[in-house]
Each structure stands twice: as structure tokens, then as C-alpha cells.
């Protein structure tokens, strides 16, 4: 059986994801290898995300450009990312093998006091960098104080424990798989926040063309999954949006055809565009390019233009 080296990010949720990978593969036989990658946006820890592009020119692939590197230089045979974080379109040379059995993509609002977003005081203090979380809390709590929240889980759960933050929101996903949910309060409904497309999935990316590392990861790819996020990653393409810019999408199979939420808001909360439709559930594509389509010519090419035009977020990179 072929040795595998994994190429992963240093947090403990990435770890976590690696070894997780690594798990299913020794069950089959397989040596495997964790090499651990630091890539810019480990790197950049004092700007919110949204603004990073705006700091030396960083664009989509934050999290993913340096074990691309390793993986296209030989040095690793395989990577582990959450799918949220890999941009809808690859550079040359790699490709993804496998998207596995998806945890809850939906988000969590963790609080030491509070019970849920209804609940806070007036003028909260929330922590977040995601302008899509902060666009969907300002649109139902305006008087919300949202405030910059970077670092590793542990980080930001100690922030809001030493009361930095009446509540923060993190990916329920992470939460569960390092089983930190001392301090959730509420799993958000889609309808109230929808998650990052491709959030709680992983993705395993390899060399292109590389056919038996991909025959010996297809056992972890779940169809389900795989279905769900090509369709929201589709969305995602078609609006030329990476993580950090304020969309959500939200892909399920439903009575044997795929499901699909999706928001395109401005990060204030002023604006917020809904759209869902069924689909397909052999074309996950043509679903997430028709609603995508739907939601530019909605208003959210105008909502877009704005934030790129403000430098919260890169625009779609060439």
C-alpha cells in the first residue's frame, strides 16, 4: 500500500482534520505522514480577514497557496483543507479526489451569558470576521456591535470566556469535531444566518492527473456532500466571490433533488438578498449558476461592487 504525507495548516482544527484523514487511511493499510504548512493567512493575525487581500496584495487561497506549493513540488502527496477556505477555482495542476461526509454546516452563536441573538442587550459586543456573519446579524440586530475576531478556536473561546465579547459566532462544524461546545448557545437556523458555501465539508486535493492517490481516496468521498457543495462552490463562482466576501449558500437533497439557499448581502446589513430553488440533483452546477444569476441580476452585483469598491474584500481574481 502506498505512504502517504498529508500537507495540513497548524491549528488544532486543521490537525484535527489531518489526522481525522489520516485515521481512515492507516485503517486501510496505508503509512501516512502530517506535515505541518504555514500559510499566509496563519501568517496575517492583526487585519480582519475581509481586509487581507488589501495588505500586500494577498488574494483568494490564503489558507492554501503554501501547501498547494509543497503539494505541486512533491513534498507532499496529498492535502487536507476545509472546503470552505479552497477557492471554487483551483490553479493549474491540482485537483480535489474526494469531499467527505459533511458535519453541520451551520453556524453557532457561543455566549457566557446569553442564549441566543434575540437575547442580547442592545449595542452587544460581538466578535466575528466574517462579513457574511456580520451582514445577516446587523440585518436582524442593527444595533449589534460587531468587532474583529481572529485566531485559532482556543483563542477565540478564550476571548469571549475572559468577557472581551458578550457572544461571538464560530462554524459549529470545528466546534463539534474538537468537542469544544461547552459554550454554544444556539446552532443558527439557515433561515436566520446562511452558512459559507462549503462550510463543514472537507476537501482532499491532489496533483492532477495523479490516478492512484485518487483511487486509493475515493472510498472517502461522499456523494452527498460532494453534490451539495459543487453546487454552492458554483454559486460562489458565479457571483466571483472567495470566503470572506459576504454570500452564503446552502445546498441539500431533498425528496431525491438538491435544494438551494443562498444570500448576497451588504456587510451593514442594509441589503439582503434571498434566493432558493430546487434543482437537479445529477447537474449541481446549472443550480448554483441559476441562482447565482438570480441573485446578480436581484441587485447583488450592485451590493457586490460596493464592497469590493470599499476594499472589504479582493475582487474576483483573473
Known amino acids: ?45 492583526d487585519v480582519p480577514l475581509a481586509m487581507v487581500g488589501t495588505k500586500g496584495g494577498l488574494g483568494k487561497g490564503i489558507f492554501t497557496k503554501e501547501i498547494e506549493e509543497a503539494l ?13 477556505d479552497l477557492p471554487t477555482e483551483l490553479p493549474p495542476g491540482f485537483e480535489i479526489a474526494a469531499i467527505t ?7 453557532a452563536f457561543c455566549s457566557r451569558k446569553y442564549a441566543k441573538i434575540e437575547d442580547l442587550p442592545q ?35 478564550r476571548k469571549l470566556e475572559q468577557g472581551e465579547y458578550d457572544a461571538i459566532i464560530l462554524a459549529s462544524a470545528g466546534l463539534k469535531r474538537l468537542g469544544k461546545t461547552e459554550l454554544v448557545r444556539q446552532i443558527i437556523p439557515g433561515e436566520i444566518m446562511c452558512p459559507a458555501a462549503g462550510q ?6 491532489i496533483r492532477e492527473g495523479d490516478a492512484v492517490t485518487r483511487q486509493h481516496l475515493a472510498f472517502l468521498n461522499d456523494t452527498a456532500a460532494c453534490a451539495a457543495t459543487t453546487c454552492e462552490r458554483a454559486l460562489l463562482n458565479s457571483l466571483g466571490g472567495g470566503c470572506q466576501v459576504p454570500i452564503g449558500a446552502f445546498a441539500e437533497i431533498r425528496d431525491g433533488k438538491l435544494h438551494l439557499k443562498a444570500i448576497v448581502a451588504d456587510p451593514d446589513g442594509s441589503k439582503l438578498l434571498r434566493e432558493s430553488r430546487d434543482g437537479n440533483l445529477n447537474d449541481p452546477e446549472q443550480l448554483g449558476n441559476a441562482v447565482g444569476e438570480t441573485l446578480l441580476s436581484r441587485g447583488g452585483a450592485e451590493i457586490l461592487d460596493a464592497v469590493y469598491g470599499r476594499g472589504l474584500a479582493l475582487p474576483p481574481q483573473p
Open 1 to 45: 500500500m502506498p505512504k502517504f504525507r498529508i500537507g495540513s495548516r497548524g491549528s488544532q482544527l486543521a490537525l484535527w482534520q489531518a489526522n481525522h484523514i489520516s485515521t481512515l487511511l492507516g485503517a486501510r493499510g496505508h503509512d501516512v505522514e502530517i506535515e505541518i504548512i504555514h500559510t499566509t493567512g496563519d501568517k496575517i493575525t
Open 72 to 84: 505541486g513540488a512533491g513534498h507532499v502527496d496529498l492535502a487536507v483543507h476545509s472546503l470552505k
Open 101 to 107: 461526509e459533511r458535519e453541520d454546516p451551520r453556524d
Open 123 to 157: 449595542g452587544a459586543r460581538v466578535g466575528t470576521s466574517s462579513l457574511r456573519r456580520q451582514a445577516q446579524l446587523k440585518a436582524i440586530r442593527p444595533d449589534l456591535n460587531i468587532h474583529p475576531l481572529r485566531g485559532n478556536v482556543d483563542t477565540r473561546l
Open 200 to 205: 463543514g465539508a472537507l476537501a482532499i486535493e
